[in-house]
T-cell receptor, first 111, second 117 residues
Framework: AQTVTQSQPEMSVQEAETVTLSCTYD???????LFWYKQPPSRQMILVIR??????QNATENRFSVNFQKAAKSFSLKISDSQLGDAAMYFC????????FGEGTQLTVNP | GAVVSQHPSRVICKSGTSVKIECRSL??????MFWYRQFPKQSLMLMAT?????????EQGVEKDKFLINHASLTLSTLTVTSAHPEDSSFYIC?????????????FGPGTRLTVT
């Protein structure tokens, strides 16, 4: 079975600074996708970024980028120039035969 | 595009009654829909996977007679919580994908907060 681990229950960052959220996963599958989702207080799940396992190039979406290390099964999210609106729960998710979520990291952005 | 709606957004029901939650894909056809349950400050827990026109596949530990799932069309799936009890109070989220399998992006509904009194 696939597992996803987020070792940081809570993180905080100063506005305009950079923060990195960690995620590791375990799988025996070779073809899969990885996602970072954001869940603000409204609880609507919002896709932040996705990475296809067969692509070596790290995905980037504006201020959000990932460091995908396939051999190490690591998938961290870097948020640059943090904004107050980035404050939310962030979930790392693995999608192979099914979507599996990590426990989440609560990100606080301090003004 | 890829909008998923849920109705109702909040519902309060009395213990022993049943409540139905609808999940609709508004601008695409969803061959597969998923139902999740989320407790406060916890992650999403997959309850079941439903494919249009066939029986839902429930995760281990989820009572299929209590949580009835129907995926009658390519744009609608419903979750009925039967004989609800206070412990069923939770946040229920549905999601949908355009293609077969689990490798495609899931589009999430806004969730339904169920409170059983």
């Amino acid at each position: 079975a696939q597992t996803v681990t987020q070792s940081q229950p809570e993180m905080s960052v100063q506005e305009a600074e950079t923060v990195t959220l960690s995620c590791t996963y375990d799988t025996s599958e070779s073809d899969y996708y990885l996602f970072w989702y954001k869940q603000p207080p409204s609880r609507q799940m919002i896709l932040v970024i996705r990475q296809e396992a067969y692509k070596q190039q790290n995905a980037t979406e504006n201020r959000f980028s990932v460091n995908f290390q396939k051999a190490a099964k690591s998938f961290s999210l870097k948020i640059s120039d943090s904004q107050l609106g980035d404050a939310a729960m962030y979930f790392c998710a693995y999608s192979g035969s099914r979507l599996t979520f990590g426990e989440g990291t609560q990100l606080t952005v301090n003004p | 595009g890829a909008v998923v709606s849920q109705h109702p957004s909040r519902v309060i029901c009395k213990s022993g009654t049943s409540v139905k939650i609808e999940c609709r894909s508004l601008d695409f056809q969803a061959t597969t829909m998923f139902w999740y349950r989320q407790f406060p400050k916890q992650s999403l827990m997959l309850m079941a996977t439903s494919n249009e026109g066939s029986k839902a596949t429930y995760e281990q530990g989820v009572e299929k007679d209590k949580f009835l799932i129907n995926h009658a069309s390519l744009t609608l799936s419903t979750l009925t919580v039967t004989s609800a009890h206070p412990e069923d109070s939770s946040f229920y989220i549905c999601s949908a994908i355009r293609g077969p399998g689990g490798t495609y992006e899931q589009y999430f509904g806004p969730g339904t907060r169920l409170t059983v009194t």
